[in-house]
Protein backbone atom coordinates (compact mmCIF):
# COMPACT_ATOMS: atom_id res chain seq x y z
CA UNK A 1 0.00 0.00 0.00
CA UNK A 2 1.47 3.08 -1.31
CA UNK A 3 0.45 6.57 -0.40
CA UNK A 4 1.09 9.55 -2.09
CA UNK A 5 0.40 12.95 -0.83
CA UNK A 6 -0.83 15.98 -2.06
CA UNK A 7 -1.83 18.91 0.39
CA UNK A 8 -4.85 20.91 -0.14
CA UNK A 9 -6.39 23.44 1.97
CA UNK A 10 -9.99 23.34 2.98
CA UNK A 11 -11.62 22.59 5.72
CA UNK A 12 -13.96 19.51 7.43
CA UNK A 13 -16.67 18.55 9.76
CA UNK A 14 -16.05 17.27 12.69
CA UNK A 15 -18.26 14.39 14.03
CA UNK A 16 -19.17 13.38 18.05
CA UNK A 17 -16.45 10.93 19.54
CA UNK A 18 -18.28 7.73 20.03
CA UNK A 19 -16.75 4.37 22.26
CA UNK A 20 -14.81 2.22 20.26
CA UNK A 21 -13.00 -1.01 22.33
CA UNK A 22 -12.41 -1.27 25.77
CA UNK A 23 -7.96 -0.63 26.45
CA UNK A 24 -5.97 -1.13 29.15
CA UNK A 25 -2.77 0.92 29.46
CA UNK A 26 -0.10 -0.56 31.17
CA UNK A 27 1.90 -0.22 34.29
CA UNK A 28 4.86 1.16 33.85
CA UNK A 29 7.32 1.99 30.84
CA UNK A 30 7.96 -0.83 28.44
CA UNK A 31 11.35 -2.08 28.56
CA UNK A 32 12.80 -3.03 25.10
CA UNK A 33 13.27 -5.13 23.09
CA UNK A 34 9.23 -5.23 23.61
CA UNK A 35 7.46 -8.31 21.95
CA UNK A 36 4.12 -7.65 20.57
CA UNK A 37 1.63 -9.98 19.35
CA UNK A 38 0.41 -9.25 15.62
CA UNK A 39 -2.80 -10.76 13.59
CA UNK A 40 -1.85 -12.14 10.44
CA UNK A 41 -5.20 -11.65 7.84
CA UNK A 42 -4.82 -11.42 4.28
CA UNK A 43 -1.21 -11.16 4.31
CA UNK A 44 -1.23 -8.34 6.46
CA UNK A 45 0.03 -7.51 9.29
CA UNK A 46 -2.68 -6.14 12.19
CA UNK A 47 -1.32 -4.59 15.41
CA UNK A 48 -3.60 -3.14 18.81
CA UNK A 49 -3.05 0.13 19.34
CA UNK A 50 -4.55 2.46 21.72
CA UNK A 51 -6.07 5.90 21.80
CA UNK A 52 -7.17 6.62 25.35
CA UNK A 53 -9.55 4.09 26.49
CA UNK A 54 -10.21 3.00 22.73
CA UNK A 55 -8.69 0.13 21.18
CA UNK A 56 -7.87 0.16 17.38
CA UNK A 57 -6.74 -2.20 14.89
CA UNK A 58 -3.84 -0.82 12.84
CA UNK A 59 -1.94 -2.54 9.85
CA UNK A 60 1.64 -2.16 9.93
CA UNK A 61 3.15 -0.68 6.62
CA UNK A 62 6.53 0.03 4.81
CA UNK A 63 4.76 1.34 1.50
CA UNK A 64 3.14 4.51 3.90
CA UNK A 65 5.15 7.08 3.90
CA UNK A 66 3.53 8.10 7.82
CA UNK A 67 1.03 6.72 10.34
CA UNK A 68 -2.57 7.20 9.74
CA UNK A 69 -5.35 7.37 11.34
CA UNK A 70 -8.69 6.43 9.57
CA UNK A 71 -10.56 10.03 9.08
CA UNK A 72 -13.89 8.10 10.01
CA UNK A 73 -12.56 7.10 13.19
CA UNK A 74 -10.59 10.44 13.63
CA UNK A 75 -13.74 12.22 13.04
CA UNK A 76 -15.44 9.57 15.44
CA UNK A 77 -12.91 10.28 18.62
CA UNK A 78 -13.71 14.05 18.29
CA UNK A 79 -10.15 14.99 17.07
CA UNK A 80 -9.67 18.41 15.44
CA UNK A 81 -9.27 18.29 12.01
CA UNK A 82 -7.53 21.16 9.98
CA UNK A 83 -6.00 21.10 6.35
CA UNK A 84 -7.21 18.66 3.63
CA UNK A 85 -5.63 16.61 1.25
CA UNK A 86 -5.55 13.78 -1.41
CA UNK A 87 -4.40 10.68 -1.27
CA UNK A 88 -3.13 8.08 -4.08
CA UNK A 89 -1.57 5.02 -4.36
CA UNK A 90 -2.43 1.58 -5.94
CA UNK A 91 -5.28 1.89 -7.95
CA UNK A 92 -6.78 4.68 -9.83
CA UNK A 93 -8.68 6.42 -7.56
CA UNK A 94 -8.07 8.90 -4.99
CA UNK A 95 -9.52 9.78 -0.79
CA UNK A 96 -9.61 12.55 1.05
CA UNK A 97 -7.17 12.94 4.18
CA UNK A 98 -6.56 15.94 6.70
CA UNK A 99 -4.43 16.65 9.62
CA UNK A 100 -4.97 15.92 12.88
CA UNK A 101 -4.43 18.14 15.73
CA UNK A 102 -3.06 15.89 19.72
CA UNK A 103 -3.66 12.49 18.18
CA UNK A 104 -1.09 10.06 19.70
CA UNK A 105 -1.81 5.93 19.97
CA UNK A 106 -0.23 3.49 21.90
CA UNK A 107 0.79 -0.06 21.76
CA UNK A 108 -1.44 -1.75 22.88
CA UNK A 109 -0.17 -3.66 26.07
CA UNK A 110 2.99 -1.33 25.85
CA UNK A 111 3.85 2.26 26.62
CA UNK A 112 5.59 2.73 22.94
CA UNK A 113 3.63 5.81 21.59
CA UNK A 114 3.44 7.30 18.15
CA UNK A 115 1.98 10.30 17.39
CA UNK A 116 -0.25 10.18 14.44
CA UNK A 117 0.08 13.67 11.98
CA UNK A 118 -2.82 12.97 9.85
CA UNK A 119 -5.93 10.56 8.69
CA UNK A 120 -7.10 9.45 5.49
CA UNK A 121 -10.19 7.83 4.19
CA UNK A 122 -9.32 4.11 4.62
CA UNK A 123 -13.22 3.27 4.04
CA UNK A 124 -12.54 1.09 0.42
CA UNK A 125 -9.87 -1.44 2.28
CA UNK A 126 -12.04 -3.51 4.91
CA UNK A 127 -14.57 -4.62 2.93
CA UNK A 128 -12.09 -6.05 0.37
CA UNK A 129 -9.58 -7.28 2.98
CA UNK A 130 -12.04 -8.76 5.32
CA UNK A 131 -10.97 -7.25 8.25
CA UNK A 132 -11.11 -3.57 9.99
CA UNK A 133 -8.71 -1.58 9.65
CA UNK A 134 -8.64 2.10 12.29
CA UNK A 135 -5.32 3.25 10.73
CA UNK A 136 -2.08 2.39 9.72
CA UNK A 137 1.69 2.20 11.48
CA UNK A 138 4.25 3.93 8.83
CA UNK A 139 7.44 5.16 8.00
CA UNK A 140 7.45 7.30 11.22
CA UNK A 141 7.06 4.16 13.65
CA UNK A 142 9.24 2.17 12.22
CA UNK A 143 12.30 4.79 11.67
CA UNK A 144 12.00 5.23 15.30
CA UNK A 145 12.91 1.58 16.36
CA UNK A 146 13.74 -1.15 14.71
CA UNK A 147 11.33 -3.62 14.57
CA UNK A 148 11.26 -7.51 13.50
CA UNK A 149 8.22 -9.13 12.25
CA UNK A 150 7.93 -12.44 12.54
CA UNK A 151 5.99 -14.01 10.66
CA UNK A 152 5.74 -17.29 11.94
CA UNK A 153 5.69 -16.37 15.69
CA UNK A 154 2.96 -13.93 14.78
CA UNK A 155 4.66 -11.12 16.79
CA UNK A 156 6.90 -8.11 16.25
CA UNK A 157 9.72 -7.72 18.51
CA UNK A 158 10.93 -3.96 18.62
CA UNK A 159 14.48 -3.33 19.70
CA UNK A 160 16.17 0.47 20.90
CA UNK A 161 18.30 1.01 17.37
CA UNK A 162 21.45 2.88 19.44
CA UNK A 163 21.44 -1.00 21.17
CA UNK A 164 20.45 -3.16 18.31
CA UNK A 165 23.16 -5.41 17.29
CA UNK A 166 22.54 -8.65 14.93
CA UNK A 167 24.33 -11.62 14.92
CA UNK A 168 21.55 -14.24 13.45
CA UNK A 169 22.26 -16.25 10.18
CA UNK A 170 19.77 -13.66 8.11
CA UNK A 171 20.93 -11.92 4.85
CA UNK A 172 21.63 -7.86 5.21
CA UNK A 173 20.35 -6.21 2.55
CA UNK A 174 21.16 -2.41 1.80
CA UNK A 175 18.27 -0.06 1.55
CA UNK A 176 17.54 3.39 0.38
CA UNK A 177 14.55 5.53 1.79
CA UNK A 178 12.96 7.18 -1.18
CA UNK A 179 10.05 9.22 -0.23
CA UNK A 180 10.30 7.03 3.00
CA UNK A 181 9.53 3.77 1.55
CA UNK A 182 12.40 1.23 1.65
CA UNK A 183 14.24 0.12 -1.61
CA UNK A 184 16.19 -2.28 -2.09
CA UNK A 185 18.06 -3.65 -5.60
CA UNK A 186 16.53 -6.80 -6.81
CA UNK A 187 16.78 -9.05 -9.94
CA UNK A 188 13.84 -10.95 -12.05
CA UNK A 189 15.16 -14.09 -14.07
CA UNK A 190 12.73 -14.75 -17.06
CA UNK A 191 12.27 -17.91 -18.81
CA UNK A 192 13.97 -17.06 -22.22
CA UNK A 193 17.31 -17.10 -19.89
CA UNK A 194 17.76 -13.06 -19.89
CA UNK A 195 17.64 -11.25 -16.08
CA UNK A 196 16.26 -7.83 -15.44
CA UNK A 197 17.48 -5.86 -12.85
CA UNK A 198 15.53 -2.49 -10.90
CA UNK A 199 14.96 -0.98 -7.60
CA UNK A 200 12.12 -2.74 -6.02
CA UNK A 201 10.00 -1.41 -2.86
CA UNK A 202 9.92 -3.94 0.14
CA UNK A 203 6.08 -3.17 1.14
CA UNK A 204 4.78 -5.25 4.26
CA UNK A 205 0.84 -3.31 3.55
CA UNK A 206 0.77 -5.52 -0.03
CA UNK A 207 -0.79 -8.54 0.01
CA UNK A 208 0.83 -9.68 -3.48
CA UNK A 209 3.89 -11.33 -4.09
CA UNK A 210 5.51 -9.62 -6.71
CA UNK A 211 4.19 -6.14 -8.68
CA UNK A 212 6.04 -4.61 -11.61
CA UNK A 213 5.03 -1.22 -13.06
CA UNK A 214 3.39 -0.19 -16.39
CA UNK A 215 6.66 1.22 -17.72
CA UNK A 216 9.15 -1.39 -16.85
CA UNK A 217 7.17 -4.09 -18.33
CA UNK A 218 6.38 -2.47 -21.14
CA UNK A 219 10.10 -1.13 -21.73
CA UNK A 220 11.35 -4.88 -21.41
CA UNK A 221 8.21 -6.51 -23.54
CA UNK A 222 7.22 -8.70 -20.40
CA UNK A 223 3.46 -9.92 -21.26
CA UNK A 224 5.72 -11.55 -24.10
CA UNK A 225 8.07 -12.94 -21.98
CA UNK A 226 5.71 -14.55 -18.75
CA UNK A 227 3.69 -17.09 -19.69
CA UNK A 228 0.93 -18.16 -19.67
CA UNK A 229 -0.88 -15.18 -17.77
CA UNK A 230 -4.01 -14.61 -16.84
CA UNK A 231 -5.78 -11.29 -16.31
CA UNK A 232 -8.37 -10.43 -13.15
CA UNK A 233 -8.80 -7.49 -10.81
CA UNK A 234 -8.18 -7.88 -7.41
CA UNK A 235 -6.21 -6.39 -4.70
CA UNK A 236 -5.15 -2.90 -5.36
CA UNK A 237 -4.59 -0.55 -2.49
CA UNK A 238 -5.74 3.45 -1.16
CA UNK A 239 -6.79 4.10 -4.98
CA UNK A 240 -9.41 1.10 -5.21
CA UNK A 241 -9.01 -2.70 -6.96
CA UNK A 242 -6.63 -3.04 -9.71
CA UNK A 243 -6.39 -5.04 -12.79
CA UNK A 244 -3.20 -6.95 -13.82
CA UNK A 245 -1.73 -10.04 -15.62
CA UNK A 246 -1.00 -12.76 -13.62
CA UNK A 247 2.11 -15.15 -14.72
CA UNK A 248 5.54 -16.62 -13.22
CA UNK A 249 9.19 -16.32 -13.55
CA UNK A 250 11.83 -18.42 -12.91
CA UNK A 251 12.88 -16.62 -9.83
CA UNK A 252 13.43 -12.97 -7.68
CA UNK A 253 16.97 -12.81 -6.61
CA UNK A 254 17.67 -10.28 -3.82
CA UNK A 255 21.49 -10.55 -2.57
CA UNK A 256 21.95 -13.64 -3.23
CA UNK A 257 18.80 -15.18 -1.67
CA UNK A 258 16.94 -16.94 -4.43
CA UNK A 259 13.18 -17.09 -4.60
CA UNK A 260 11.89 -19.61 -7.18
CA UNK A 261 9.21 -19.54 -9.18
CA UNK A 262 7.47 -16.43 -7.97
CA UNK A 263 3.81 -15.25 -9.00
CA UNK A 264 4.32 -11.76 -10.62
CA UNK A 265 1.43 -9.14 -11.10
CA UNK A 266 1.91 -7.42 -14.68
CA UNK A 267 0.74 -4.00 -14.52
CA UNK A 268 -1.00 -1.50 -17.27
CA UNK A 269 -2.90 1.45 -17.66
CA UNK A 270 -5.22 3.12 -14.43
CA UNK A 271 -3.38 1.32 -11.52
CA UNK A 272 -2.20 4.34 -10.23
CA UNK A 273 1.51 4.71 -8.99
CA UNK A 274 1.96 1.37 -10.77
CA UNK A 275 0.87 2.78 -14.10
CA UNK A 276 3.48 5.51 -13.46
CA UNK A 277 7.05 5.82 -14.46
CA UNK A 278 9.54 6.47 -10.62
CA UNK A 279 12.68 5.53 -9.27
CA UNK A 280 11.32 1.85 -8.61
CA UNK A 281 10.05 -1.14 -10.93
CA UNK A 282 7.99 -3.19 -9.09
CA UNK A 283 7.09 -4.19 -4.75
CA UNK A 284 7.95 -7.13 -3.06
CA UNK A 285 4.77 -7.99 -1.04
CA UNK A 286 3.79 -10.07 1.81
CA UNK A 287 3.70 -13.65 0.00
CA UNK A 288 6.98 -13.41 -0.27
CA UNK A 289 8.00 -10.93 2.88
CA UNK A 290 6.15 -13.49 5.06
CA UNK A 291 8.70 -16.64 4.54
CA UNK A 292 11.41 -14.59 6.42
CA UNK A 293 11.79 -12.79 10.00
CA UNK A 294 12.10 -9.20 8.10
CA UNK A 295 14.27 -7.21 10.45
CA UNK A 296 13.62 -3.26 9.19
CA UNK A 297 16.80 -1.66 10.61
CA UNK A 298 15.96 2.08 9.21
CA UNK A 299 18.89 3.85 10.86
CA UNK A 300 21.46 1.41 9.82
CA UNK A 301 19.59 1.32 6.43
CA UNK A 302 18.97 -2.24 6.25
CA UNK A 303 16.80 -4.87 6.20
CA UNK A 304 17.45 -8.21 7.46
CA UNK A 305 16.08 -11.27 5.60
CA UNK A 306 16.05 -14.07 8.03
CA UNK A 307 14.45 -17.24 6.29
CA UNK A 308 11.76 -19.44 8.04
CA UNK A 309 10.90 -23.09 7.18
CA UNK A 310 8.14 -21.83 4.75
CA UNK A 311 10.94 -20.12 2.08
CA UNK A 312 10.72 -23.21 -0.14
CA UNK A 313 6.94 -23.69 0.27
CA UNK A 314 5.45 -23.29 -3.83
CA UNK A 315 3.43 -19.93 -4.78
CA UNK A 316 0.16 -20.68 -5.64
CA UNK A 317 -2.30 -18.39 -7.13
CA UNK A 318 -5.93 -18.61 -6.60
CA UNK A 319 -7.58 -21.82 -7.64
CA UNK A 320 -11.20 -21.37 -7.70
CA UNK A 321 -11.84 -18.19 -9.79
CA UNK A 322 -13.90 -16.58 -7.67
CA UNK A 323 -13.05 -13.29 -5.79
CA UNK A 324 -14.73 -11.81 -2.46
CA UNK A 325 -15.46 -8.55 -0.73
CA UNK A 326 -17.46 -8.37 2.96
CA UNK A 327 -19.83 -5.24 3.15
CA UNK A 328 -19.03 -2.09 5.37
CA UNK A 329 -20.36 -3.93 8.43
CA UNK A 330 -18.19 -6.48 8.00
CA UNK A 331 -20.84 -9.19 8.37
CA UNK A 332 -21.77 -10.12 4.74
CA UNK A 333 -19.29 -11.89 1.68
CA UNK A 334 -20.36 -10.99 -1.16
CA UNK A 335 -18.93 -12.52 -4.27
CA UNK A 336 -17.30 -9.21 -6.50
CA UNK A 337 -16.53 -11.56 -9.66
CA UNK A 338 -16.65 -14.78 -11.21
CA UNK A 339 -13.56 -15.93 -13.96
CA UNK A 340 -15.09 -17.04 -17.15
CA UNK A 341 -13.26 -20.76 -17.19
CA UNK A 342 -12.99 -21.35 -13.87
CA UNK A 343 -14.02 -24.09 -11.22
CA UNK A 344 -16.03 -21.45 -9.66
CA UNK A 345 -18.07 -20.40 -13.14
CA UNK A 346 -17.94 -24.17 -14.28
CA UNK A 347 -19.95 -25.04 -10.49
CA UNK A 348 -22.36 -21.89 -11.09
CA UNK A 349 -21.43 -19.65 -8.50
CA UNK A 350 -22.31 -15.88 -10.14
CA UNK A 351 -21.19 -12.25 -8.81
CA UNK A 352 -23.67 -10.71 -6.60
CA UNK A 353 -24.17 -13.98 -4.59
CA UNK A 354 -24.22 -13.75 -0.75
CA UNK A 355 -21.88 -16.08 0.86
CA UNK A 356 -23.95 -17.74 3.61
CA UNK A 357 -21.70 -21.11 4.79
CA UNK A 358 -18.32 -23.13 3.85
CA UNK A 359 -19.17 -26.85 4.22
CA UNK A 360 -21.83 -25.99 6.52
CA UNK A 361 -19.96 -23.56 8.97
CA UNK A 362 -21.60 -19.93 8.95
CA UNK A 363 -19.05 -17.42 7.04
CA UNK A 364 -16.65 -15.18 9.16
CA UNK A 365 -13.58 -13.07 8.27
CA UNK A 366 -11.57 -15.64 9.58
CA UNK A 367 -13.45 -18.33 7.14
CA UNK A 368 -12.89 -16.04 4.50
CA UNK A 369 -9.00 -15.66 4.89
CA UNK A 370 -8.95 -19.26 4.95
CA UNK A 371 -10.30 -19.87 1.86
CA UNK A 372 -8.59 -17.00 -0.17
CA UNK A 373 -4.84 -17.65 1.65
CA UNK A 374 -4.95 -22.11 1.84
CA UNK A 375 -7.85 -23.78 0.58
CA UNK A 376 -8.33 -21.87 -2.82
CA UNK A 377 -4.59 -21.75 -3.35
CA UNK A 378 -4.43 -26.32 -3.01
CA UNK A 379 -5.16 -28.41 -5.77
CA UNK A 380 -8.03 -30.64 -6.15
CA UNK A 381 -9.41 -28.57 -3.16
CA UNK A 382 -13.22 -29.63 -2.48
CA UNK A 383 -15.37 -26.58 -1.16
CA UNK A 384 -19.35 -26.67 -0.50
CA UNK A 385 -20.23 -22.98 -0.42
CA UNK A 386 -23.85 -22.11 0.32
CA UNK A 387 -24.96 -19.06 -1.25
CA UNK A 388 -28.06 -16.68 -1.49
CA UNK A 389 -29.59 -15.50 -4.51
CA UNK A 390 -32.66 -13.79 -4.86
CA UNK A 391 -33.93 -14.49 -1.54
CA UNK A 392 -32.67 -18.24 -2.58
CA UNK A 393 -30.45 -20.80 -1.19
CA UNK A 394 -28.21 -22.91 -3.19
CA UNK A 395 -25.18 -25.53 -2.58
CA UNK A 396 -22.12 -24.80 -5.12
CA UNK A 397 -18.95 -27.62 -5.37
CA UNK A 398 -16.27 -26.03 -5.78
CA UNK A 399 -13.01 -28.03 -6.83
CA UNK A 400 -10.33 -26.66 -7.35
CA UNK A 401 -7.30 -27.05 -10.37
CA UNK A 402 -4.62 -24.66 -11.35
CA UNK A 403 -5.39 -22.08 -13.52
CA UNK A 404 -1.59 -20.58 -13.70
Partial sequence: MILIVAALSTALSIAPAAPVRACTAPVGATALPAVIPVE?????????????EHELDFILDTGAGNTFL???????????????????????????????????????????????????DLSRLPSREG????????????????????????????????????DGRGTSVPISLVQNHPNIRAEVRLADGDTVRGQFIVDVGASSILSLTKPFVDEFHLRDRVGPTIRRTGGGGIGGPTTSDYG????LGISGIEIAK???????????????????????G?????RFTLILD?????????????????FEADMSGASFVMDDALSTVITASVWPGSPAFEAGLMAGDT???VDGAPVTPKVLDGLRGIRFRRVGERVALTVRRGGEAKVIEIVTRRLL
Fill in 298 to 314: YAAKRIIFEPNETLGDP
Fill in 248 to 251: RVVA
Fill in 286 to 290: AGILR
Fill in 40 to 52: LSNGHVFVKVCIG
Fill in 262 to 284: PIVQLYGDSAGVFSERGPWIGNI
Fill in 131 to 166: HRMDGILGYDFIARNVVAIDYARRELRVYDPRTFRY
Fill in 355 to 357: LVA
Fill in 70 to 120: DLTVARRLGFKLGSTFTVGGAGAGRVEGARVEGASVAIAGTSLTQTVPSAI
